[in-house]
């Protein structure tokens, strides 16, 4: 099958929610470099993290936004006058308590309510791109899981997703707004600052602590530059489209600890224990191989080198920090 | 003398379902707390009018509603309307987060009935449609209604609860419900002699479900309390033609439809699941509710 893309990112106002984060950023420095013109909202102008060169040097705009605020919405209308497409990857994972209905308001507001009162703001997009989660799918009724497995989510964060992938439908449907939503695996790699199990397991591993290792489950792991890939060709490709996101490889979790021992040389001992609830996922790729035209090219254990030794300069650079301090 | 804690709470008591389920329950002596937005009988003590959208306002009644371990969530915001820009956020807040509003003031619940809609499926894929087609809803109501589902259903997992899902279809015996739905609009015309306006050719089939049904159905749940979602339809599925004629002769005219160009569709729900698993059985046949409607309105 022939794929046609067709959508010139070239010169096109782009607008990132959740710019700041690891695919984000990293999107972000992508998009620049095929010359989008690119606007990034965050909640925190105070953070930029990786992209505060970009901003500093203006090669982006950075515009500080929650989205759970309508009224600051509401008054940086005129900056989202003109965009073209926006890529929507605004997301929180880290609840205290993830089932809680706190938790569940909180996923109303910002998956939901936030989203809507951006697309009151955003009136001639070309396009929307939005970044949902395997988390809609709960514990997947088989594996590997395709895009028509029935959707249970058994998370709040999950159904938030799930909930913003209907709206959007909605409104893409309503407005005629061609919209991809790409359902990602676990992201990893560089600039991974989740409480997942992979950068919990590195930092343990880079300080010999011993690692619990919950009863063994099969996971799809995706190394960030291999979504960023999918983005982009998502971006270019700009139809109505939904796709699962990740290798269709599965990797059991003990097999991820031992490459991390064995990388980082570590002497962390592995505590085995149990957990109930756990299930293993892993992606059916073929729609988003055939369709998107993408191959994931990072295998784990190169993702993990990768992941290990921007951990390590991190580690490296705070120690700095505290020394220069003192 | 410390008066019987009542457990049963309905909200959206004062709704158009909720009334006529309100007098069923009387009659059968069944006692109730009433919720709602409005007040339509100021003399009842069990009833609390408040909107579920206001948090503050839950707190004054908390205390009343601690023995509560059955709710019946009837209040929702209809909106037949497609732009999430327009209704979007006021439909998020009556009927996701008013529903996670209610949870938190009923920490003792054990069972929940939700009434939801057969918008949640959009556009049929195949009739019948069964409780696992898929939901690509294309209103605001619809999705507003898949969502708070998606949330009850992890909240009653997380806490123990049996939850029950009412997937409605088109509820009719109600002049006030609904405006745009078809059959009162059809009544109207032909009462006031204007020929009815029929979008497509008025082929489409629909099981519409009288209000008498949709109420037993929660009289059947209230006796059984089985958990799970389920189709709740009406026991025939006339064309909008047959509706037409079936007006037409109960009223005495001939009125003869006005065909407007529309894409339309079969709508039909298979209730097998509500028949079989919660014993539910449509028992009024569409002659018979049209001409009970058509009754109601000429009062």
């Known amino acids: ?326 | 003398m410390k008066a019987i804690p009542l457990k049963l709470l309905i909200t959206g008591a004062s709704g158009n379902i909720g009334t006529i389920l309100g007098t069923r329950l009387q009659k059968n002596n069944i006692p109730f707390i009433g919720l709602d937005i409005t007040n339509q009988d100021p003399t009842n003590n069990n009833f609390f009018q408040l909107d579920i959208t206001d948090k503050n306002n839950f707190y004054r009644n908390k205390s009343d509603l601690n023995d509560v371990d059955t709710l019946i969530h009837l209040a929702s915001k209809i909106d037949a309307g497609a732009d999430v820009t327009n209704t979007g956020i006021e439909s998020v807040n009556v009927n996701i987060k008013g529903t996670l509003n209610l949870l938190e003031h009923l920490p003792n619940l054990k069972n929940i009935l939700f009434t939801s809609t057969y918008m949640v499926y959009g556009i049929p894929q195949q009739n019948p449609v069964a409780e696992n087609h898929i939901q690509e809803p294309h209103t605001v109501y619809g999705t507003s209604k898949v969502v708070a589902e998606k949330y009850l259903q992890i909240y009653a997992q997380e806490k123990g609860i049996d939850l029950t899902i009412f997937r409605y279809m088109g509820i009719y015996g109600l002049m006030s419900h609904y405006a745009s739905q078809a059959i009162p609009i059809f009544i109207k015309l032909i009462a006031s002699g204007k020929s009815p306006i029929i979008y497509g050719n008025g082929l489409q089939r629909r099981n519409h479900l009288f209000i008498d049904d949709a109420i037993d159905a929660i009289l059947v749940w209230i006796n059984n309390k089985n958990p799970g979602v389920f189709n709740i339809g009406g026991a025939d599925s006339p064309t909008n033609l047959d509706l037409i004629s079936i007006i037409n002769e109960s009223m005495d005219k001939r009125l003869k439809p006005v065909f407007k160009k529309s894409e339309q569709y079969d709508f039909i729900t298979d209730i097998s699941k509500a028949v079989s698993v919660l014993h539910f059985q449509p028992k009024t046949r569409i002659k018979d509710g049209l001409s009970r409607t058509i009754e109601k309105f000429l009062e």
């Open chain 1, 1 to 326: 099958m022939r794929i046609l893309l067709t959508f010139k990112i070239a010169k096109k106002k782009i607008l990132i929610t959740g710019g700041t984060g690891q695919v984000g950023s990293f999107l972000t420095q992508k998009l620049l470099e095929n010359n989008a013109e690119v606007t990034v909202l965050g909640h925190n102008g105070n953070n930029l993290k990786e992209i505060k060169g970009l901003v500093d040097t203006k090669k982006i705009k950075f515009v500080e936004c929650d989205l759970t605020n309508e009224n600051r919405i509401k008054a940086i209308s005129p900056l989202l006058q003109n965009i073209d497409f926006l890529v929507h990857l605004s997301s929180k994972f880290r609840f205290s308590e993830p089932n809680s209905l706190p938790s569940a308001h909180h996923t109303i507001e910002l998956d939901v309510k936030g989203t809507i009162f951006l697309l009151q703001q955003l009136k001639q997009l070309q396009g929307i791109l939005f970044t949902s989660s395997i988390a809609v799918y709960g514990k997947p009724s088989y594996i590997p899981t395709d895009e028509l497995c029935p959707t249970r989510p058994i998370s709040f964060y999950g159904s938030g997703k799930l909930a913003t992938e209907k709206y959007l439908k909605l409104h893409s449907k309503n407005k005629d707004i061609p919209l991809t939503i790409l359902r990602l695996s676990g992201v990893y790699g560089q600039r991974n600052r989740s409480e997942q199990a992979i950068p919990i397991f590195i930092r343990k591993a880079l300080r010999n602590e011993p690692i619990n290792l919950y009863e063994n489950s099969l996971r799809d792991y995706i190394h960030v530059s291999d979504v960023i890939e999918a983005i982009m060709s998502a971006i270019k490709l700009n139809q109505n489209g939904l796709f699962n996101i990740g290798t269709g490889i599965e990797s059991p979790s003990h097999l991820v600890v031992e490459k991390i021992i064995e990388i980082t040389k570590s002497q962390s001992e592995i505590l085995h224990s149990e957990k109930s609830g756990q299930y293993d996922f892993v992606c059916d790729i073929s729609k988003s191989t055939t369709e998107l035209g993408i191959k994931p090219k990072i295998s784990i254990e190169k993702g993990l080198a990768d992941e290990i030794l921007w951990h390590k300069n991190q580690i490296q650079k705070s120690t700095n920090n505290d020394f220069k301090r003192e």
